[in-house]
């Protein structure tokens, strides 16, 4: 069974700093995977998304990437601002509609 | 892609009592998602509804306790049955079309 595990856990970093998210998957049968941010009690906002074909989306000041062969996909911020706090969960897609998700990184963007 | 709405958007209930919890998508959508998430804790399945056929249930998860309807394409409900503090989480429906796309949760606080 897929197995989605992020690190670190948490993570506080002064505000102007760029900083990367992992994710890590065990099985590389992947159809997508998918970048969430979610406020706290609130619903998942959907931050990008990169096909198994591809290797790398970017939107504004976020860039993910993905290596499939190696089971890992990165959260790139640059220039974090306070904003930007949120917890941030990565889900990968497999086929017949199953979505994994991971842990989540409680992110903290002090000002 | 897909908006989606949820109502209601928190709730206190008592012990022993049942809330259903709607879902709204401005699109139609064959599959509807139902999750739960604990606090602290990732996202768990707890059901896929499809239209006209009965709601596939998770592991650990049953219709008695968790009763769904999904009477057309954009609609669902989920019934969370005789509640103990241990429901108390944030319940999402989500649809997905390439992407996932998430509402804005249900926080339920069982007393």
């Known amino acids: 069974k897929q197995e989605v595990t992020q690190i670190p856990a948490a993570l506080s970093v002064p505000e102007g700093e760029n900083l990367v998210l992992n994710c890590s998957f065990t099985?590389?049968?992947?159809?997508?995977l998918q970048w969430f941010r979610q406020d706290p009690g609130k619903g998942l906002t959907s931050l990008l998304l990169?096909?198994?074909?591809?290797r790398e989306q970017t939107s504004g000041r976020l860039n993910a990437s993905l290596d499939k062969s190696s089971g890992r996909s990165t959260l790139y911020i640059a220039a974090s601002q306070p904003g930007d706090s949120a917890t941030y969960l990565c889900?990968?897609?497999?086929?017949?509609?199953?979505?994994?998700f991971g842990t989540g990184t409680s992110l903290t963007v002090i000002p | 892609s897909a908006v989606i709405s949820q109502k209601p958007s928190r709730d206190i209930c008592q012990r022993g009592t049942s809330l259903t919890i709607q879902c709204q998508v401005d699109?139609?959508?064959?599959?509807m998602f139902w999750y739960r998430q604990q606090p602290g804790q990732s996202l768990t399945l707890i059901a896929t509804?499809?239209?006209?056929?009965?709601?596939?249930?998770e592991s650990g998860f049953v219709i008695d306790k968790f009763p769904i309807s999904r009477p057309n394409l954009t609609f669902s409900t989920l019934t969370v049955s005789n509640m103990s503090p241990e429901d108390s989480s944030i319940y999402l429906c989500?649809?997905?079309?390439?992407?996932?796309?998430f509402g804005p949760g249900t926080r339920l606080t069982v007393l």
């Open positions: 699109s139609q959508v064959t599959m």
């Open positions: 099985d590389s049968a992947i159809y997508n």
């Open positions: 889900a990968v897609r497999q086929a017949g509609n199953q979505f994994y």
């Open positions: 990169i096909q198994s074909s591809q």
């Open positions: 509804a499809n239209q006209g056929s009965e709601a596939t249930y």
């Open positions: 989500s649809v997905a079309l390439n992407e996932q796309f």
